[in-house]
């Protein structure tokens, strides 16, 4: 048994590295979420050619369809040249990492980080999450790399001010939201191949004076000053606080620790990590004195305007389900323009380019059914993030919010679609016999009932999706969905849910 003072690394060249201040005791170490038969994450030496690298056996996926590949067909896929097709690489460290990502090589291990500054991860995490899955579809190993520690600092990229500091239990709260939406998205590729971590599980150990004897020596305060996110925030009135400038060698330890503990050669990240990944690659290469570590980046998730995709005028796309329904999510998707939606399509789903291009070119036919395109982006990326279940969730919402559809209502449908549109409760008492055009106004529909009646009579009053044309129509017994909530809407997008107590 090697000293935990002293556990090291067999690396590529046959020579052994160390980092002494590390404890890689069996107690202190990560636990995979993954199923290895030789190899531990508990400071076990290993050599390279038969590190976790080359025993990491996982089934093949079948790119796009998701149909199982044997060994000669996966060999016609680099998974560098098929982010490269969809628009998804950005920039990487070395060309070296397209022929190690090639067909005669074993699988890598790849990570992206995530840290916990909200419930959940939201629109901007989602490209991470994509590139993880052709590295896992490609039958590489993808690991999520959740930031309980770097969560506490907060990461300056892309930030003019400091981010607000988050109690341990917020930080805890996260964790696990983010957690869960990793392992629920990435689960869906079709197998087991992944593994989710928390950076906190080795920085725990890790003293300040160890850090810095051992990690600050090699960290150089012109090149850390010369990268963009600290070069901007240092021009700025805001300035930085030394908290957020050493947030850079704190990933690029944990490239160091994973690349040394858990085999990981290759780390992801948006164009706006570069600083941080590179920050990586070198300590690597300084502190173990081998080649063989490699970042890649994708670019920033943007519409041809320039502006960030992702945002809402309620704010943040977020992909946990308590967070934004799926029918939010659905309809973000839905209404992106169409001189966005081809490439978006091509960044966010797995659908084959030939069948991305046969899209194309329908949308420049005369017999192109607007928004048929849009409807594909949204079924794809709603099916990826939230499952079979949360596509027809907000399918079924989308049916029960188009007024005049003949779709049939029930209360389930309504009240799933309660926490996307504004709501009331009246007694049924006071509900049962009134005219519509005093629910309209009673309930907050419209203003007023002169406002109610010129809407009806201008066709765009609805009660239960139907529309109403008749100025004396009362509320009637039959009308109360399943006897529990009513549908009002005025025109196509002003509904109001009635729940009736």
């Given amino acids: 048994m090697i ?10 060249n046959r020579r052994f590295f160390s980092l002494p201040f590390i404890n890689y005791s069996t107690s202190a170490a990560p636990a995979l979420l993954c199923d290895h038969n030789t190899y531990s994450s508990n400071g076990l030496l290993f050599p390279i050619s038969s590190s976790p690298i080359g025993l990491c056996t996982q089934k093949i996926q079948a790119i796009g369809n998701g149909q199982l590949l044997n060994n000669h067909t996966r060999r016609q896929y680099n998974v560098i040249q098929i982010l490269e097709e969809r628009g998804l690489l950005e920039s990487i460290t070395s060309e070296n990492l397209r022929s190690v990502c090639s067909l005669d090589n074993p699988p890598l291990r790849v990570y992206c980080g995530f840290d ?3 419930e959940s991860l939201h629109l901007g995490n989602l490209l991470g999450i994509i590139v993880l ?17 770097t969560g506490r600092v907060g990461d300056p990229s892309g930030k003019s001010s400091e981010r607000p500091e988050l109690d341990v239990g917020t930080l805890e709260n996260n964790m696990q939201g983010i957690k869960t939406t990793l392992n629920k998205i990435l689960s869906r590729i079709g197998d087991s191949s992944f593994c989710i971590l928390n950076n906190y599980d080795w920085w725990k150990d890790i003293t300040l004076l160890d850090f810095l004897k051992h990690v600050g020596k090699y960290a150089r305060i012109g090149t850390m000053i010369s990268k963009e996110s600290v070069r901007k925030r240092l021009e700025s009135e805001q300035g930085m606080s030394f908290t957020e400038f050493t947030y850079q060698l704190l990933q690029g ?3 160091l620790y994973l690349f040394q503990n858990e085999g990981v050669s290759v780390q992801i990240g948006g ?9 990586g690659t070198e300590l690597i290469r300084k502190i ?17 305007d320039g502006t960030k995709f992702g945002k809402s005028e309620d704010g943040a796309i977020w992909l946990s389900p308590t967070m934004l329904s799926p029918y939010k999510f659905y309809q973000y998707f839905f209404s992106v323009p169409d001189a966005d939606v081809v490439r978006f399509l091509r960044m966010l789903t797995f659908l084959d380019i030939e069948e991305i291009e046969e899209i194309e070119r329908k949308m420049k036919s005369p017999g192109y059914l607007p928004n048929s395109a849009q409807q594909r982006l949204a079924e794809e990326v709603t099916r990826f993030v939230h499952g079979e279940q949360g596509l027809d969730d907000a399918l079924k919402a989308t049916e029960a919010l188009k007024p005049g559809t003949d779709t049939l209502l029930d209360s389930k449908t309504i ?3 309660s926490e996307d549109v504004p709501s009331c409760s009246l007694a049924f008492k006071e509900v ?11 309930a907050g529909l419209l203003e007023s009932k002169s406002a109610a009646r010129r809407l009806l009579k201008q066709g765009g009053l609805y009660l239960n999706n139907s529309r109403i044309d008749n100025e004396g129509k009362r509320i009637e017994k039959e009308d109360i969905v399943d006897g529990k909530v009513l549908l009002l809407s005025a025109g196509k997008k002003n509904k109001m849910v009635v729940r009736i107590s």
């Fill in 3 to 12: 000293p935990a003072a002293t556990r090291t690394l067999f690396c590529c």
């Fill in 116 to 118: 916990p500054t909200a």
């Fill in 133 to 149: 899955s052709w590295f896992q579809k490609c039958g590489h190993k993808p690991i999520a790399l959740v930031g309980g520690a």
């Fill in 253 to 255: 330890y944990d490239f």
């Fill in 271 to 279: 164009s706006d990590q570069w600083g941080n990944i590179t920050v």
């Fill in 288 to 304: 173990l004195q081998v080649e063989g570590a490699y970042g890649l980046t994708f670019p920033l998730l943007l519409k041809g």
């Fill in 415 to 417: 009240e799933g679609i």
């Fill in 432 to 442: 049962l016999n009134l005219p519509l055009i005093d629910l309209s106004v009673s």
